[in-house]
C-alpha cells in the first residue's frame, strides 16, 4: 500500500511568512520596548487628561465680563475666591462630601455580605443567581434607574400605593437629600461587589475552618479571620464608591430635583447656565484636589487597597 504523499499546509505556509514579515518589521532585539508600546495609548490618554487640566486651569484664572460674556484676558484669583467665599458652593460642597462618605459606608456594609455569599455558596444555582442580579443593572444605565426611580417612589408611584394600602399617607419621598443617597446606594452596590468579590476569593476557606475548630464562633472568625483578610477589598471598594458618588451627576440632577446637587452639577450649572466658564473650570479644579486629597488620605491610612495584594503574598 503506498503511503499517501504529505503535504505542507497552505495556511502553514501563510503563517510562516506572516512571522518572517512580522521579524523584519520587529527583530528580537526590539524586544523590550513591546511593555511600552502596549502602554503608549495608556499613557497618551494622560497626556491628553494632563493638557485638558492645564487648560481648565487657565480658564480658572479669567473672570467672566458680564458686559459681553467673555472671558477677560487677565489671570486673576478671584474664581477661587467666589469658590471658597460663597456659600452657596461650600454647602454644595459638604452636601458632597457628607453624601459619598455616607454612601460608601452604606454600600460596603451592603455589599460585603453579598460578596461573601456570592463566592462562598456552595449551590452553583445561586451563585449564578447572584451574578445575573449584580451584572443585570449594568444593562439598563445610571439614567434609566434613576426615572425608574421616578416611577417607583412618585407620588402616585409603587411605594405610596403600597403604604395606601395600609393606611398611610402618601410620603414626599423623591426630590430630598435621602432620595438621592437611596439611588447613588443602589446605584453602587455593583461596583463594590465586584471589587470585594476578588479580595474575599484570595481568602481561603481553611482558614476559617481553622478558626471554628479552635473553638471562635462565626462572629470571632469574621472579626479576626475575614474581615483583616478582606481589608485589601474593602479599601479598593471604598475608593471606587467614594471618589464615583462624589463626582456623580445624574443621580442628584433626577432624584434631588435640583434642589440638591452635588459639585457635579454645580459645574454645569456654571458651564451651561451661566455661561462662566472661569468659575465653573474653578469648581472642577477644587473637585479634582479635594478628590486627590481624600485618595491619599485613604491610601496613608489603610493602604493601597488592592494595589497590594500582589504584594502581600509575596
Avoid: C
Wanted: net charge positive; no cysteine; glycine share 8%.
Amino acid at each position: 500500500m503506498r503511503a499517501a504523499r504529505s503535504a505542507y499546509p497552505i495556511t502553514w505556509r501563510i503563517m510562516d511568512a506572516l512571522e518572517a514579515f512580522a521579524a523584519f518589521v520587529w527583530p528580537a532585539r526590539f524586544g523590550r520596548a513591546i511593555p511600552w508600546l502596549m502602554l503608549a495609548p495608556a499613557l497618551l490618554l494622560v497626556g491628553l487628561l494632563a493638557l485638558g487640566l492645564i487648560q481648565i486651569g487657565d480658564t480658572s484664572l479669567r473672570t467672566l465680563d458680564r458686559s459681553t460674556f467673555l472671558l477677560s484676558e487677565e489671570h486673576t484669583l478671584e474664581n477661587y475666591r467666589r469658590a471658597v467665599t460663597e456659600s452657596l458652593f461650600a454647602t454644595v460642597a459638604m452636601r458632597s462630601l457628607l453624601g459619598s462618605l455616607i454612601v460608601t459606608i452604606t454600600t460596603l456594609i451592603l455589599a460585603f455580605p453579598y460578596a461573601y455569599l456570592m463566592v462562598r455558596t456552595p449551590s452553583a444555582l445561586l451563585r449564578k443567581l447572584l451574578l445575573i442580579a449584580l451584572f443585570l443593572p449594568f444593562f439598563i444605565g445610571q439614567v434609566v434607574r434613576a426615572y425608574g426611580w421616578l416611577i417607583i417612589l412618585g407620588n402616585q408611584g409603587l411605594a405610596n400605593e403600597a403604604l395606601g394600602l395600609v393606611g398611610i399617607a402618601p410620603l414626599r419621598l423623591l426630590y430630598n437629600y435621602p432620595a438621592v443617597l437611596f439611588g447613588l446606594v443602589q446605584y453602587m452596590l455593583p461596583f463594590a461587589v465586584l471589587m470585594l468579590a476578588p479580595a474575599l476569593t484570595a481568602i481561603p476557606e481553611e482558614l476559617e475552618a481553622a478558626a471554628g475548630s479552635l473553638g471562635a464562633n462565626w462572629v470571632r472568625t469574621f472579626r479576626h479571620v475575614v474581615l483583616p483578610l478582606a481589608r485589601p477589598g474593602l479599601v479598593g471598594a471604598g475608593l471606587v464608591v467614594l471618589t464615583l458618588s462624589l463626582t456623580d451627576f445624574a443621580m442628584p440632577a433626577i432624584l434631588g430635583g435640583g434642589s440638591q446637587d452635588f459639585i457635579a452639577n454645580a459645574i454645569y450649572d456654571q458651564f451651561f447656565r451661566t455661561s462662566d466658564q472661569g468659575l465653573g473650570a474653578t469648581l472642577a479644579l477644587l473637585l479634582v484636589a479635594v478628590g486627590s486629597l481624600l485618595v491619599g488620605l485613604v491610601f496613608t491610612l489603610f493602604g493601597a487597597g488592592t494595589l497590594a495584594m500582589g504584594r502581600a503574598r509575596r
